[in-house]
T-cell receptor, first 113, second 112 residues
Framework: DAGITQSPRHKVTETGTPVTLRCHQT?????MYWYRQDPGHGLRLIHY???????DKGEVSDGYSVSRSKTEDFLLTLESATSSQTSVYFC????????????FGPGTRLLVL | GENVEQHPSTLSVQEGDSAVIKCTYS??????FPWYKQELGKRPQLIID?????GEKKDQRIAVTLNKTAKHFSLHITETQPEDSAVYFC???????????FGDGTTLTVKP
């Protein structure tokens, strides 16, 4: 597996609380992505980054924000968690973006009560 | 933006049979088409990919074909084995987009 880790791996939180998920890579890849995976919906892109401080929205960005202050770290924040954000979150990295393989992290299971 | 449709959503085959999963895409600018396999509880991992200047690519029991004119590509698994049971995702990406669009996945079950 590529050098990519996610923390925490599991989290239970309550509706209305802020949550931050961290993705860390040791591959020095330019592109980083956050996806959520729900039954019947495959992998849906939340936000992605194409460099330090350079980010863009994906197809399901409402309720989420991201930050990338260093090449190796990409943070996903749920400003005020809702039950609809209960999901498995995957981070991925890629050297060349859309024209190249993405390497996925191990995932974070988030339960919002 | 790009739209990728994947069929079927579920597929059940007997061990030793072949399995075919099909995807269509909408953006003619897409030029990279990877396939990922996700075993239960694990992360998706690349199993094969194809670029738009190639029509077919094989790797042992798996192969991918691409029809640029019709905007569709397919994954073929021959001599299926129980360990092929997983969810398979297709995706389409291009040089300028910086990202790929994924299909909704196909759950393949190989019965012993």
């Amino acid at each position: 597996d590529a050098g990519i880790t996610q923390s925490p791996r599991h989290k239970v939180t309550e509706t209305g609380t802020p949550v931050t998920l961290r993705c860390h890579q040791t591959e020095n890849h330019r592109y980083m992505y956050w996806y959520r995976q729900d039954p019947g919906h495959g992998l849906r892109l939340i936000h992605y980054s194409y460099g330090v401080k350079d980010t863009d929205k994906g197809e399901v960005s409402d309720g989420y924000s991201v930050s990338r202050s260093k090449t190796e770290d990409f943070l996903l924040t749920l400003e005020s968690a809702t039950s609809s954000q209960t999901s498995v979150y995957f981070c991925a990295i890629s050297e060349l973006g859309g024209e190249e393989t993405q390497y996925f992290g191990p995932g974070t299971r988030l339960l919002v009560l | 933006g790009e739209n990728v449709e994947q069929h079927p959503s579920t597929l059940s085959v007997q061990e030793g049979d072949s399995a075919v999963i099909k995807c269509t895409y909408s953006d003619s600018a897409s030029n990279y088409f990877p396939w990922y396999k996700q075993e239960l509880g694990k992360r998706p991992q690349l199993i094969i990919d194809i670029r738009s200047n190639v029509g077919e690519k094989k790797d042992q029991r798996i192969a991918v074909t691409l029809n640029k004119t019709a905007k569709h590509f397919s994954l073929h698994i021959t001599e299926t084995q129980p360990e092929d049971s997983a969810v398979y995702f297709c995706a389409a990406g291009d040089t300028n987009a910086g990202k790929s669009t994924f299909g909704d996945g196909t759950t393949l079950t190989v019965k012993p």
